[in-house]
Structure formats: structure tokens, C-alpha cells
């Protein structure tokens, strides 16, 4: 069975930095790429960021380019995303999507870690 | 990279069909074979319903079809029932990156 779990979601001020993580199982971690994909309080999807298989290729949403940072360690089956110059805007809850093979399709849904950024 | 654009909600009667819209330009939706659709029931992660424009994965009832005309997208759901309500959004892939569509709530009525 597919389980992702997001984990590092806090309280953070404005201009603050944070680390997300996510622990996948049930699949072999480093045969698919992984995203990002946030969610604001009471609002819609919105993608946030990308990683090939081998994390040799990223991809980023114009709202955190040059703010945000994937990365994974396939030796750990993880998936990180590195936070930083953080903005109110950005508090949403935060998951961590295993991509299905065909292109703009995650298909597996972690059940996400809630990011606050207030003073 | 803007939002496709979907009306906000859409209703439907139990056995009825619904269809919900998805727009967006020949940068994104019009330039790709590339667009899915998620189901999302309050307080649950999304369910991925369509890829590839209308290809469904396992475990997903044939009532619910995608299709694509121009730089419109759009998911059919037949037979309505109960369980459908929801909030639905679609997904297209756009060169560099990927882009939501705003959502769409369907009630069943």
C-alpha cells in the first residue's frame, strides 16, 4: 500500500524559514518523480513545485521560485522541500504527491502538514 | 502561470449527469493531451478520477469521462449519485510546470 506522510509543518514568522519532509512507502521510491502541492484555508489546489526520479530535473511555480527548494533522498525514500523568505501567502497545508507515470498526474496523496506563517 | 478556470459550482439531481468546465489557453490545456481531473471530499487529500484527458485509472467508476476541445476540458459525470458530491479540479500540464484549475463544487441534490 502507497503511504506518503508530510511531516515539518509549523508556525513560522514572516521572512522565516522551514523544512517539510515526506516519508514515502509501499512503492519503489525511486522510480517516479514527486510534488509538491499546497492548498490554502477554505481554498483550491495549487501546485508548487516538481523533482524527476533522480532529482536531476526540478520544476517550480512562479509563486516560490528562487524561495523554495526540492530535493529527495532515494536512499531514504524522502522528499524534502526547503522553505525559505517565507510570506503569509504561503500558509497552506502542504502535500506531498507520488506521480503516476503520466504527465501532470499524481495519483498518490499524502494527507498533508499545515504551514502557518504569522507574526 | 494562471489558474484554468472552472465554474465555482455546478448541481445535479441522482441519476442525472453533470459536466464541469475547465478553460485555459494553448499554452496549457489547448497545447497538451495533458489534463487530469481530482475528486476531493472535505477534510481528505484529492483522488486522481481522469489523466490523459480521459484515460481512468483503476478503481474509478466508468460514469465519470474527460474530454478536451480547443482549450477547454471537461469531466462528465452520469448517473449522479450521493457520493459525487465534492469538490472537483482539474490539472493540466503547461510546458515548465503544472496549473490547477480553482475548483468546482458540485452538489447532489
Known amino acids: 500500500e502507497v503511504q506518503l506522510v508530510e511531516s515539518g509543518g509549523v508556525v513560522v514568522q514572516p521572512g522565516g524559514s522551514l523544512r517539510l519532509s515526506c516519508a514515502a512507502s509501499g512503492f519503489t521510491f525511486d522510480d517516479y518523480a514527486m510534488h509538491w502541492v499546497r492548498q490554502a484555508p477554505g481554498k483550491g489546489l495549487e501546485w508548487v513545485s516538481l523533482?524527476?526520479?533522480?532529482?536531476?530535473?526540478?520544476y517550480y511555480a512562479d509563486s516560490v521560485k528562487g524561495r523554495f527548494t526540492i530535493s529527495r533522498d532515494n536512499s531514504k525514500n524522502s522528499l524534502y522541500l526547503q522553505m525559505n523568505s517565507l510570506r503569509a501567502e504561503d500558509t497552506a497545508l502542504y502535500y506531498c504527491?507520488?506521480?503516476?507515470?503520466?504527465?501532470?498526474?499524481?495519483?498518490?496523496w499524502g494527507q498533508g502538514t499545515l504551514v502557518t506563517v504569522s507574526s | 502561470q494562471s489558474a484554468l478556470t472552472q465554474p465555482r459550482s455546478v448541481s445535479g439531481s441522482p441519476g442525472q449527469s453533470v459536466t464541469i468546465s475547465c478553460t485555459g489557453t494553448s499554452s496549457d490545456v489547448g497545447g497538451y493531451n495533458y489534463v487530469s481531473w481530482y475528486q476531493q471530499h472535505p477534510g481528505k487529500a484529492p483522488k486522481l478520477m481522469i489523466y490523459d484527458v480521459s484515460k481512468r485509472p483503476s478503481g474509478v467508476p466508468d460514469r465519470f469521462s474527460g474530454s478536451k476541445s480547443g482549450n477547454t476540458a471537461s469531466l462528465t459525470i452520469s448517473g449522479l449519485q450521493a457520493e459525487d458530491e465534492a469538490d472537483y479540479y482539474c490539472c493540466s500540464y503547461a510546458g515548465s510546470h503544472v496549473v490547477f484549475g480553482g475548483g468546482t463544487k458540485l452538489t447532489v441534490l
Open positions: 523533482i524527476s526520479w533522480d532529482g536531476g530535473s526540478t
Open positions: 504527491a507520488k506521480d503516476s507515470g503520466a504527465v501532470a498526474a499524481p495519483d498518490y
